[in-house]
């Protein structure tokens, strides 16, 4: 409300008040005092004249006091003795409406004829450091140094970096923004002169390939080394020395030889002596060592060479010599024969030179052979082993009642063995059958090991028109009773069991019924 509008009302409201003083002086006073026109006076006209202050609202519409926080523009007597508020105005602080006060801002405060006396930013403006901090922090707009919103901090909205090498730096909001470096780039790559051997993560070279030339394997040399690798590790050998000299050339043979086979020095010859008591008087002939001698004339020598040598050299220097003889005792010439052998002895083709396996039979042996004839050791002949072939009808590796033979091949021995004695035809168990009729003394009795309950003697009676085929499968199996029963009862049927007069045997069948 303008400061003008306000001067003008407050004119008016003096104006009424005047007014009505004015006629209340008129309208109220008495005809007897209808000279009296001062408030205030004495009346002494009677009763009908207000005179309560409290009665100021009631009949002048004016204010005893003025309401809280309206203050006085001064006082007035409307009657004698009566005191009301000429006005009441609000203080000049309450001045806000929501048309001077608007937007962020709010009227607040106490009020006075619609008026505010504060102005204040709305209670949405809360936040500021004290109540939005750490993560977050005040947004939005501003009033009175407050902000609309709280919210989170940009820097403190990213994730942390997740770091392999660990995390080089932090914001605010303690979030990684940056990561170390893997470490292993930071080294410097080795420089091998063979090869890396191993790289970091960072496929930097940490160590080098050793010197292949190191892991050779040095020769073992016996006339010293002829060359080496670059790690100094022979690895070739110098070649024996003897092989470098010349073979020595002899008249009459090489007396040794060194270890290339290298004729080293030659055999001397002692000249033939002179013949004397000559018959027919000598003549000049060869001594055998190159030179000359007196022999008897009237013998004409013949030279030859003992039993093994020759008279030609087909094997060189290494070759055993010795001198061609004359029957007469003469030497002259050389002789030759192969040089020392070693022997090598090996097996002739279908022998074996070990001894045969338990899976094989020994058919033969013969001795060894060298190429030159010599013989030493034993070979074996041997074929794969049968023993079935071998040992046909030796079916048991061990007998209840005794071994009646053995045989032993293949490295396996098995058995024949001795039949259960209480199954020999017509004797061990006749004693015992006499509750039979006269065609038990004829009957087979049968059993296996036990022979010790019913169902261990089955006895087999004569079934007419098969005695001889039984007595023959009995022959047969007698070692094996089990088999024995079931060859039976396939072959006589079964009539009866543990039956029949007798002390309890089994009567397997008879050729007219059961006994």
Known sequence: MSKSFKLVLLAITACFLAYSNASAKTWWLPDWQGGQDSRGSADGGGGDIVKDDSDCMKHYNLYTKCPS????????????????????????????TSSNCSGNYTVSGGSCDGKYNACTCKSEFKYNSSNCSGENQPSGTSCGGKYNSCTIRPECTVSSKDCTYGCAGYNSCNRCTSCKSNPDCDVSSKSCSYGCASYNSCSKCTSCKANPDCSATPVSCTYGCASSNSCGICTSCAGNPDCNVSSKSCDYGCASTNSCGKCTSCKSCTPAANETGCTYGTESCSDGCGGTRLCCKGHTHSYSCPSGYSATNSWGSSAQTTSKTCSCGAASGTCYKAPAHTHSYSCPSGYQASSCSSSQTQTGTTAKVCSCGATSGTCYKCEACSFSSKCSGYDFVSCTYGIADSCTACGTTKYKCKADPCISEGTALRSQVSNFNSSARDSIAFCDAGCKNCGSYPMMMNCSGMRSSLISSIKDYNSRCNDNISTLLSMCPQRGLCGGGGSGYCVLCHGTGIY
């Open 69 to 96: 926080p309206k203050l006085s523009t001064g006082v007035v007597h409307p009657v004698a003795g009566m005191t009301c508020q000429k006005g009441c105005i609000c203080p000049s602080e309450y001045q806000y």
